[in-house]
């Protein structure tokens, strides 16, 4: 459990309002837990938004004063690919939902993700539902699925005609391609390709000792 909001904002002499606004960031993030009636815990490892999340994306554009939104280019359920199968655990007659977000900010296309979900955990959702609010939220929240584990692998790909189109670049151009796997225990509950073309990265590292 971390410090109450009175103790914060003795400790950094800051408003309840300031205290508030960080607090409700880093839960949207991922790494805390509100308890109504309880406090703030620091979430489990694991648990936290994966960088390229939507949530992840709309705070880093308002962060640099840019307005951001997103678009669904795809949405439909679909039987599982083989080539996917075994990735996510399951058979090759079982179904997935398969959806494309597109995220922008203001007028130019930054990251387009491809996403697969397991059918039988996730019925009922639409695509209405990915507008209104983080996946990592449809996910915890609304199915109830504890995410327990993620891994993240990372490589430069070249964008093929269809993504390049998506994000108003041109094919074969350079990509920073992010594949994540979310996992509740021992099932994949969420498979994500992220791509961002080369021109359009950014990385902030900061190091404290």
């Given amino acids: ?3 109450s909001e009175r103790t914060l904002m003795r400790e950094y002499g800051v408003s309840r309002a300031t205290v508030r606004q960080a607090l409700d960031r880093l839960a949207r993030l991922g790494y805390l837990r509100k ?6 815990f620091v979430a489990l490892p694991g648990a936290a938004s994966s960088p390229g999340s939507l949530g992840d994306f709309v705070e880093e554009m308002r962060s640099q004063g840019r307005e951001a939104r ?8 679909v039987q599982c690919y083989p080539e996917m199968a075994p990735l996510m655990r399951l ?19 930054q990251l387009l ?6 059918y039988t955990s996730f019925e009922g959702l639409n695509k209405e539902d990915l507008l209104k609010v983080p996946l990592r939220e449809i996910i915890s929240v609304w199915y109830r699925k504890a ?6 692998s990372f490589r430069i790909t070249r964008l ?23 996992y509740s225990r021992d099932q994949v509950i969420e ?11 950014k990385f902030h590292i900061v190091i404290e000792k």
Wanted: glycine share 4%; no cysteine.
């Fill in 70 to 77: 997103t678009e669904v280019v795809f949405f439909r359920i």
């Fill in 1 to 3: 459990m971390i410090p």
């Fill in 35 to 40: 308890e109504h009636g309880r406090g703030n």
């Fill in 91 to 109: 058979g090759a007659k079982d179904y997935t939902f398969k959806f494309i977000r597109l995220h922008w900010a203001e007028d130019e296309p």
């Fill in 191 to 201: 498979y994500t390709v992220s791509l961002t073309p080369e021109n359009r990265m």
């Fill in 160 to 182: 093929d005609a269809d993504q390049a189109r998506l994000l108003h670049t041109s094919e074969g151009a350079a990509a920073l391609e992010k594949t994540l796997v979310s």
């Fill in 147 to 152: 995410i327990t584990r993620t891994e993240e």
């Fill in 113 to 118: 993700e491809t996403t697969y979900l397991p």
